[in-house]
């Protein structure tokens, strides 16, 4: 069966510090790869997709990137953390085939900027 | 930006009672989602309705799509305490690169 691993399950950093969080999938191939933040009491904002390795779209201009060197890892990294950067961050893949996409979840990640 | 606006933002019942949450959207689309978190928790799919679907069942759990008024309900019958979460609702867009945009969610609280 597949799984869906994200660490560090929270993190408090400094502003300007930097940022490094992973996601791996195991149990499938191919994936396609999401990582979304949530606010506080708020829905998913999409921040980068990845359908293949090296592969990396953006949805949003922001403080943050995205990286995928293997195909079931996923890294969502910044250089200088922001305060706006806080929130829950949540890492989800989907089978790279077909019109429709379900999309599996992460248990995520709790970031704050102090 | 949101896709979906869900509403009521907030529900508040009784177990047993039937929770109906709604889901508006703005654009064309392949297919309809809907999603549950519980607190602090990652998200969880229910349920995928596609765009030529009127009407969906899972258990306790039934979905409608009305997309010539870009709308979508999830009813959850004889609720339960352990129904207790956010739920979602999510689009493509009408994209078929598997993106999937989310509504701001409805809070349900089922009281024991």
């Known amino acids: 069966s597949q799984t869906i691993h994200q660490w560090p399950a929270t993190l408090v950093q400094p502003v300007g510090s930097p940022l490094s969080l992973e996601c791996t999938v195991e149990g499938t191939s191919n994936p396609n790869l999401y990582w979304y933040r949530q606010a506080a009491g708020r829905g998913l904002q999409l921040l980068f997709y990845s359908v293949g390795i090296g592969q990396i779209s953006s949805e949003v201009p922001q403080n943050l990137s995205a990286s995928r060197p293997q195909d079931r890892q996923f890294i969502l990294s910044s250089k200088k953390l922001l305060l706006s950067d806080s929130g829950f961050y949540l890492c989800a893949w989907s089978v790279s085939l077909g019109p429709a996409y379900e999309q599996y979840f992460g248990p995520g990640t709790r970031l704050t900027v102090t | 930006s949101q896709q979906g606006e869900e509403d009521p933002q907030a529900l508040s019942i009784q177990e047993g009672e039937n929770a109906t949450m709604n889901c508006s959207y703005k654009t064309s689309i392949n297919n309809l989602q809907w999603y549950r978190q519980n607190s602090g928790r990652g998200l969880v799919h229910l349920i995928l309705?596609?765009?030529?679907?009127r009407e969906k069942h899972s258990g306790r759990l039934r979905v409608t799509l009305d997309t010539s008024k870009k709308s979508s309900s999830l009813l959850i019958t004889a609720s339960r305490a352990a129904d207790t979460a956010s739920y979602f609702c999510a689009t493509d867009r009408g994209s078929t690169l598997g993106r999937l945009y989310f509504g701001r969610g409805t809070q349900l609280t089922v009281w024991p």
């Open positions: 309705i596609r765009s030529n679907e």
